[in-house]
Every structure is written in C-alpha cells, then in structure tokens.
C-alpha cells in the first residue's frame, strides 16, 4: 500500500493517510510478536546441550538488550569461569526474558541487578529489580501462559522460562514483597566431568 501511495501525490500527502499507515505499521509489529511469543511457547524443544561459561552467556545476553537510560545495570559474574552444560540460546532466551521483565518494572532512577553466587555444585543466577515486586496473589499466576499486566504483554516470557528451566531439570524462583522489589533465581547445576 505503501509504494502504490506514494505513486499517488494527493493521498501521499494526506496526514491522514500517513496516521493510519503509522497506526497499521505499529499494529503489524505488535501482531508478529504475538505470534513469534505463541510459536516459541508451543515449540520449545529438548535442550540442545552445550558446555558454556556461564558468565559469556549472561554477558552476551545483557549485550543484546537495550536497557532504557536512567536504570543503572550493576553485573557481578562473581569470580572464575564456571561451566555449565545447558542449551545456551534457551538460556539466553530465559535471561532476556527476566532482565526485560525487571527493566519493565524497575523505574528511572532503579537499578538492575545480575549477581552470580557459586554453591558446591550449582550455580545461582540471581535478576534483582527495584521495581514495585508483586503481591503473593500475582506471585501464584505470573508463570501461567497469557498472564500479564501490561498493555503489550503477551503473558508468556515466564511461561517459557519455566519451561526451559524444568526441560534443563534445574530451577527457576521468584522472590518479591509489594513495593519492595523482585528477584528471580536461576539455579544450574555446575558442569563435573562425570556429566
Ligand atoms: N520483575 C518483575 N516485577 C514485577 N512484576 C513482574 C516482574 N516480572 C514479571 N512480572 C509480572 O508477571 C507478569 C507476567 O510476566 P511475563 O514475562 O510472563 O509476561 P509479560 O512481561 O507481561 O509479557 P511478555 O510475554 O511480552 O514477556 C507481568 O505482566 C508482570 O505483571
Ligand atoms: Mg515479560
């Protein structure tokens, strides 16, 4: 419609014409993310397993993702190069998810926080926000496909998180009180030789 418009001078010009093209052009985005968030949700395979440094994986995600100005990234991988055995872009698709969600919430002015702990044989992935955290009636539906608060939401990042997570038979918790924040914790098992 676009270039046979353009062809035409009178209707070219009309701001009308060029609001609605807008309107149609935006509608069309928001459309194919729904549906890229639907196919993705209903054809999450078996993993796909890698040995990675997890610290690689989180860095490319964080570099992939353009965090609006005015929120503070504080990224501490903690030390060492530790390996896990995962599907690196399920987990890079499950990461992308939880920092976008905490960018979301989070407020000019807050901070987002990645903090890598290692235990004995696993490691936490911990996504803190300063946003507004969740009541404990939203922490029971928040993984639940089509849950969301937001006018564009598709409601279905977490759904795909925990579906990724539980494939990879490691963990995916959500902490948060109302008004004071929200953490989400990625539990992994760290790579032995014996896997
Ligand atoms: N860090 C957070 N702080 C506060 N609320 C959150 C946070 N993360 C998720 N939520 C709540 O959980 C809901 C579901 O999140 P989910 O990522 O599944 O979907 P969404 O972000 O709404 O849409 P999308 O499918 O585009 O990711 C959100 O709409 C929001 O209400
Ligand atoms: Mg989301």
Redesign the pocket.
């Known amino acids: 419609m676009k270039s046979r418009l353009a062809k035409n001078e009178a209707l070219a010009t009309e701001p009308k014409v060029a609001e609605y093209l807008q309107i149609m052009d935006e509608r069309i985005t928001q459309c194919n993310?729904i549906i890229g968030?639907l196919i993705s949700f209903t054809r999450i395979s078996s993993p796909n397993y890698t040995v990675v440094i997890l610290s690689n994986v989180l860095e490319s995600t964080l570099s992939g993702i353009d965090i609006p100005g005015g929120i503070t990234v504080v990224d501490n991988y903690g030390q060492g190069s530790m390996e896990v055995r995962v599907d690196p872009l399920q987990l890079l698709k499950v990461f992308t998810?939880?920092i976008?969600?905490?960018y979301?919430?989070t407020l000019e002015g807050g901070e987002l926080t990645v903090v890598v702990t290692s235990k004995e044989s696993s490691v936490e992935e911990a996504?803190k926000?300063t946003?507004?955290?969740?009541s404990p009636e939203?922490l029971e539906v928040?993984?639940e496909p089509l849950?969301?608060?937001?006018i564009?939401?598709?409601?279905?990042?977490?759904?795909?998180?925990q579906q990724v997570i539980t494939k990879h038979n490691d963990r995916l918790e959500?902490h948060?009180k109302v008004g004071v924040?929200?953490t989400?914790t990625v539990t992994l098992s760290l790579f032995s030789e014996s896997q």
């Open positions: 993310k968030d998810n939880l976008v969600n905490a979301e919430a996504i926000d946003g507004p955290g969740m939203g928040i993984f849950y969301t608060t937001k564009q939401g598709t409601g279905l990042g977490l759904a795909v998180c959500v948060s924040a929200a989400f």
